[in-house]
Every structure is written in C-alpha cells, then in structure tokens.
C-alpha cells in the first residue's frame, strides 16, 4: 500500500447513527434469484461502472466484505485515500449511513454497496483486488442457522477468482466456533494458504486502524484473533 499513512478523525455528532436491526430477513443470506425481485432483497451485480460509484473512478482495489457499520471501512479510506475501496454489507440502512458520511466527509476513494456476498463477484475484474476483509462475521451458531453464512468453498471460490497472485483475504472473529469453522474450510478447500499471526508474521497485518467490534472486544477484555490466507 502506497503513500504514508495518515489517520484523520470524523465528527461523528454530525452523521447520527440509526437505530437499525443487527439482522435482515433470513431469506436476504440466500442467493437470488427467486428472492431477488423483494424489495428488501439487495439488488444483483452483473456489471459495474466504477466512475458511478465513487469520485476516484477507478476499479476497486481493496474490497471489506460485510463492512457492517463500516467503521473499519471509513478509517481505511481515510487512512489510503489515493486507494479506491468498496464496501459490501446487507443492510441498507448501514449502507446509507456509510455512504452519507463517506460524502459528508469528501472521501472520494470509497462506497459502500447493498449487496450479499452469496450472489458472487462477477462484476469485479479477475485478480484485480490487492486484498479483501471478511472481519467479525455474525457467527450465525445454531445449525440450522449454518447456511446463512457467508463463507462457504464458494465465497472462497469468489475471493480466490478476484485476488491477485500473492493476494490476501484477512479474517477477524471472537468466536472459537466460526475460527474452526473458516480454518476447516480454507485447508479443505485448498486456494489460499493459511497464515497465522504470531512475533514472525504480524507484519502480515498491515492495518493501524481497528473495527469498531475489535474495539468492542479489547474494550471487555474478549480475546479475538486476526489471521489470513494468501494466494
């Protein structure tokens, strides 16, 4: 990542957060198409025209999946501002917020988009993404509540499509089942190598700026863990 790194700070009295519910209808974590046409179902990408996203006009070369309330996102942003970033989360109304602070603030680098991952990443150019998140997941823990999750071979199959070679996908959870759950399936699956964050590899963690749930959990002593798997 280019350019020094410069962390600005945002007035957040003058974005008020909305009250908003922390799930969407079940049925917004399945693919379309039969759901596609609700109106609380996230529109379908088959195509992309960056200029119409954000002022920066250039593909995305970073990608946060499931920004949520997109703290994470806009101190990115603000952090590279010269390094187009999208956001993708499922609730519109984080989207909205998100997007009406990232204008707000001039940041002409960054959107959010309203979007469900498990409808893929066609309209991203192949091995074009430096590096994606996927960052405190909802863990989705009873197993009946399984196939809502997001991360799945095929998300692997769409991370690993839009990756450059050498490419990293960084993962965040303070939920020992989802961290079994998404090792098991990166070894099964076989695409990207796991790497573990320890003394020798914490420079494979590049980011000074923290999510709002990682602040969350080092506010009440949760212990979390932060690792990646590369291309």
């Known amino acids: 990542m280019e350019g020094a790194l410069v962390l600005m700070v945002i007035d957040y ?27 609380w179902y996230p529109p379908t990408i088959e195509n992309i025209t960056w200029s119409e996203v954000y002022g920066i006009g250039e593909p995305a070369r970073v990608i946060d999946l499931g920004c949520g309330r997109g703290g994470f996102l806009l101190r990115h942003a603000m ?12 609730r519109k109304t984080l989207v909205d917020w998100i997007n009406g602070v990232a204008g707000g603030e001039h940041m002409h680098n960054m959107r959010a988009l309203w979007y469900s991952i498990v409808n893929g990443l066609q ?67 076989g695409a990207l190598k796991l790497i573990e964050m320890n003394d020798e590899t914490a420079h494979r963690w590049p980011f000074a700026f923290k999510t709002d749930h990682q602040l969350f959990c080092e506010r009440k002593a949760i212990p979390y863990t932060l690792y990646c798997a590369e291309k």
């Open 123 to 189: 309209w991203i150019d192949p091995e074009s993404i430096d590096y994606a998140t996927y960052l405190f997941p909802d863990p989705w823990l009873k197993r009946r509540h399984f196939k809502r999750r997001a991360f799945s071979p095929h998300f692997l199959d769409e991370v690993n499509k839009v990756l450059r070679p050498g490419g990293r996908l960084y993962l965040a959870t303070d939920r020992n089942e989802v961290d079994d759950f998404q090792r098991s399936t990166i070894v099964r699956h």
């Open 13 to 39: 009295t003058r974005y008020p957060i909305p009250r908003v519910r922390h799930h969407v209808s079940s049925q917004a974590y399945l693919s379309a198409p039969q759901q596609q046409w609700a109106e």
């Open 79 to 90: 952090a590279y501002p010269h390094v187009p970033i999208i956001g993708l989360e499922i």
